[in-house]
C-alpha cells in the first residue's frame, strides 16, 4: 500500500518562499513521475511540476523560474521549493505519484499568499 503525506503549507505574504515536502511510503520500485499539482477555489486541478525516476523535470508556464522540484530517494521525499509567491498562487497542493500506471495522491496541504 502506498501513502502520501505532504507538509509545508501555511500562510505567507506575497514575495515570500514556502517549501513543500511530500513524504512517499511503501513499496516503490522501477519507474515513477511524481509531481505537484495544485487547486484554487472554482477551479480545475492543475500541473505544477513534475520529476521522474530519473530525474527529469516539468514546470507550468505560471511557476517557471520560481519554483522548483526535487527528490531524495533515500528518505522517499519530493520537495517543491517556493520561490516569490504570489497571491495567484493561493491552492491546495497535491502530491501526486504514478507507478505501474496507478496514481497515487496525497490529501493536499493548502498554501495562501497574501497581497
Known amino acids: 500500500q502506498v501513502h502520501l503525506v505532504e507538509s509545508g503549507g501555511g500562510l505567507v505574504q506575497a514575495g515570500g518562499s514556502l517549501r513543500l515536502s511530500c513524504l512517499v511510503s511503501?513499496?516503490?520500485?522501477?519507474?515513477?513521475?511524481m509531481g505537484w499539482y495544485r487547486q484554487a477555489p472554482g477551479t480545475a486541478r492543475e500541473l505544477v511540476a513534475t520529476?521522474?525516476?530519473?530525474?527529469?523535470?516539468n514546470y507550468a508556464d505560471s511557476v517557471k523560474g520560481r519554483f522548483t522540484i526535487s527528490k531524495d530517494n533515500a528518505k522517499n521525499t519530493v520537495v517543491l521549493q517556493m520561490n516569490s509567491l504570489k497571491p495567484e498562487d493561493t491552492a491546495v497542493y497535491y502530491c501526486?505519484?504514478?507507478?505501474?500506471?496507478?496514481?497515487?495522491w496525497g490529501q493536499g496541504t493548502q498554501v495562501t499568499v497574501s497581497s
Open positions: 511503501g513499496s516503490i520500485f522501477g519507474m515513477n513521475v
Open positions: 501526486r505519484l504514478i507507478i505501474a500506471r496507478v496514481v497515487y
Open positions: 520529476i521522474t525516476s530519473s530525474g527529469s523535470t
